[in-house]
């Protein structure tokens, strides 16, 4: 077995005054009359280990030749380092290099990249201070995530990928197919769809709600949290065609509920994170956004406005704001609306609540007033909507209405609508975008680059 200790570990001190080994990249590498410094890093945190290798050593001619990416293991002793910027260094006595990098044709150098840059460099850009505290970022959020749940004794459920109903009813779906293309089968003058894989059309899933609620239905307290994909050309900073969506559904919980488990939920997941990550989360702050942790930190202690549409409505009306979209009772809120709520008007989240049953899905319960529907929206400055969500219509005729009014195929619904005539119960649940908060939090300006293989219009590296 090959003995390595992390240089997260190792710069913690452990075996300070011992041999250990160490494994990884080279950042960078300098020298003076006596020695050679490397800065190697291994992913395990953002700093990089000194490694210091004397001019006396037989692999100090080695160690002179190494270009940035290359990768090495390197035996020494851990010692206090008298130089700034780190407590401890190694002192190599051997060392082997396990993989070069031509200087010449590695694609990263020392100067800093520009994120488009890097975006196109999708293999290498985890190799970067930037990428590397946002994959250590995102993995403590999803932890996060799923701690939070855990704690709260929901039960974590896998919602299918491929799919043959369309969750939203909003069309949006990249179609899954093993048909030839080119020699589609045809059948009455169209494509046969009953020759396809699953003898009807299937589609990868925008969203996991409608198998929670299955699951809400005989568990009570589910989410899932896994990929979802839609297929909308929209060429934003804020959308994806795939994204991680959580989405928890809770039986014998109506829309306050809901309300109050959105907001201790991103309350926890932030602090959580803040507490995990607080190297990679002050890189962000300095490198990219000078107020990500102070933002969140506001998040733990500020409580979230509630708002109706109809009051958001109003506050837009009267702001004197000239916004691009019109602001109508009847229109959806565009992003500039949220953002003016969120940023300018409240300077904190804020959840909004009942908007107009035309514009939300038809699954949302309809309030008595007959206008609107139990929606919520959370909404966060910088992103605008960050979690959607609604009490689910649990009574068989309106649901029936409600699908009828969206011109939905109701007969492929035939299990969502008996669902409500065997045991219903009033039940709400939500969806957070994964990225969209990873963004949020680290004050990244661009969804596609706070997730490893951004897919959008036109764009999918490998
Ligand atoms: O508001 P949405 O469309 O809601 C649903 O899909 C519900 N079925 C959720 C539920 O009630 N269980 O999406 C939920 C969240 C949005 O608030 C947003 O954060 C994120 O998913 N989202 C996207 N993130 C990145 N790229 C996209 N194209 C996104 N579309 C939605
Ligand atoms: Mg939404």
């Known amino acids: 077995m090959m003995r390595r200790t992390k240089i997260k570990d190792v710069l913690a001190g452990a075996e300070a005054g011992g041999e250990v080994v160490v494994q990884g990249w080279v950042k960078t590498r300098r020298s003076s009359k006596a020695v050679s410094f490397l800065q190697i890093n291994d992913g395990s945190t953002l700093k990089d280990l000194q490694v210091v290798v004397d001019r006396g050593l037989p692999i100090h001619e080695a160690a002179e030749s190494l270009g940035t990416g290359s990768s090495v293991r390197v035996t020494g002793d851990l010692m206090e380092s008298p130089g ?41 850009r985890p190799r970067t201070n930037t990428f590397g505290a946002m994959a250590r970022v995102r993995n403590a959020m999803a932890f996060g995530i799923h701690k939070f749940f855990q704690d709260r004794g929901f039960l974590f459920l896998q919602a ?11 069309g949006a779906m990249f179609r899954v197919t093993t048909l030839d293309m080119n020699k589609p089968p045809v059948k009455d003058g169209v494509v046969d769809d009953g020759e396809d894989f699953f003898g009807k059309p299937a ?31 929209s060429n934003t900073s804020r959308h994806l065609a795939e994204f991680w969506m959580v989405e928890p559904e809770v039986a014998f919980c109506d829309l306050d509920g809901l309300a109050e488990l959105a907001e201790e939920f ?24 000078d107020t990500a942790i102070s933002t969140l930190e506001d ?11 109809t009051e958001a409505i109003d506050i837009l009306r009267g702001s004197g704001e000239s916004f691009e979209f019109p602001v109508e009772w009847g229109l959806d809120l565009q992003s500039e609306h949220e953002r003016f709520l969120t940023e300018k008007k409240i300077g904190r989240p804020v959840i909004v609540t009942d908007y107009p049953k035309e514009i939300k899905a038809f699954y949302m319960r309809q309030n008595d007033d007959g206008k609107t529907v139990a929606a919520l929206d959370v909404l966060v400055p910088r992103i605008g ?3 959607g969500g609604s009490q689910r219509e649990e009574r068989r005729e309106l649901l029936l209405e409600g699908i009828r009014r969206h011109d939905l195929d109701e007969a492929s619904y035939w299990w969502y609508l008996d669902l409500r005539s065997y045991g219903t119960v009033p039940h709400a649940g939500f969806g957070l975008g994964f990225e969209r908060t990873v963004q949020f939090a680290t004050g990244m300006q661009n969804i596609r680059d706070v997730t490893a293989f951004p897919r959008t219009p036109k764009s999918a590296e490998f």
């Open 160 to 170: 299918p990928m491929i799919t043959t109903s369309d969750a939203e009813g909003a």
């Open 385 to 387: 909507e960050i979690i």
């Open 84 to 124: 700034k910027g780190q407590t401890y260094e190694v002192h190599a006595k051997t060392m082997d290099v396990l993989g070069g990098a031509d200087p010449d044709s590695y694609p990263l150098q020392k100067k800093r990249h520009s994120l488009e840059f890097l975006r196109e460099m999708a293999y290498l």
């Open 266 to 289: 991103l309350k926890e997941i932030f602090s959580f994170t803040l507490a995990q990550c607080p190297e990679d989360m002050a890189f962000f702050d300095r490198f990219y956004d």
């Open 203 to 233: 589609y990868l899933t925008v969203s996991g709600q409608l198998e929670a609620e299955i699951f809400a239905l005989a568990l009570s307290d589910v989410y899932t949290f896994g990929p979802t994909f839609r297929a909308e050309n």
């Open 299 to 309: 998040i733990a202690k500020s409580s979230f406005e509630r708002l109706t549409y």
